[in-house]
């Protein structure tokens, strides 16, 4: 069974780096895509991009070029980071799998929040 | 960006009972690209239907997807205990992708 797990501070100050890390368990992670999706009471359920293990990647415009997504397939893992973060950037942050760049989210870590204050 | 509406936002409902959820999309899809999650309190989602009819790897039989082009349903038959959730409609057809603002179903 596929695992993923979402690892970073919790807290990040105003106008500074977001960086999380997903560590994929359980199953190779070739030919697979993986994305960041983050949720606050605000906004919902907010899709953030996705990387292919190829290192190709595709965003959500609205994070205006703030984000970016990167991955280690030596380690079996992929990263976030956001740079420029505002309070409005505080949510609980999930990573999850799929297993096409037109496919639905079958796997999702258990989300970690980050909150942005000073 | 493709926006989905989902109705009602809450529904209040006895276990055994049919609750049938909505997803309106604000344009049709060529391809069903619509997929369903259920999310419990302090929970990640997880992945109850896809392609908008099918459903995924050990989800019970009383989840069911229907629609097409721009609306969309699920739809729960007898509501068991572990039902009572929030359930959100996904949008997998274009960038970005985009998901509902959900529907609580919530013990009468």
């Known amino acids: 069974q596929v695992q993923l797990k979402e690892s970073g501070p919790g807290l990040v100050k105003p106008s500074e780096t977001l960086s999380l890390t997903c560590t994929v368990s359980?199953?190779?992670?070739?030919?697979?895509?993986w994305s960041w999706i983050r949720q606050s009471p605000g906004k919902g359920l907010e899709w953030i991009g996705y990387?292919?293990?190829?290192?190709?990647?595709n965003y959500n415009p609205s994070l205006m070029s703030r984000a970016t997504i990167s991955v280690d397939t030596t380690k079996d893992q992929f990263s976030l980071k956001l740079n420029s973060v505002t309070a409005a950037d505080t949510a609980v942050y999930f990573c999850?799998?799929?297993?096409?760049?037109?496919?639905?989210?079958?796997?999702w870590g258990q989300g970690s929040l980050v909150t942005v204050s000073s | 960006e493709i926006v989905l509406t989902q109705s009602p936002d809450t529904l209040s409902l006895s276990p055994g009972e049919r609750a049938t959820l909505s997803c309106r999309a604000s344009q049709s899809f060529i391809r069903s690209y619509l997929a369903w999650y259920q999310q419990r309190p302090g929970q990640a989602p997880k992945l109850l239907i896809s392609?908008?009819?099918k459903r995924a790897t050990g989800i019970p039989d009383r989840f069911s997807g229907s629609g097409s082009g721009a609306d969309y349903s699920l739809t729960i038959s007898r509501l068991e205990p572990e039902d009572f959730a929030v359930y959100y409609c996904q949008q997998y057809v274009t960038t970005p992708r985009t998901f509902g603002q959900g529907t609580r179903v919530e013990i009468k």
């Open positions: 359980g199953g190779s992670n070739t030919d697979y895509y």
């Open positions: 999850a799998r799929h297993t096409g760049s037109y496919a639905p989210f079958d796997f």
């Open positions: 990387i292919h293990y190829s290192g190709s990647t």
């Open positions: 392609a908008a009819t």
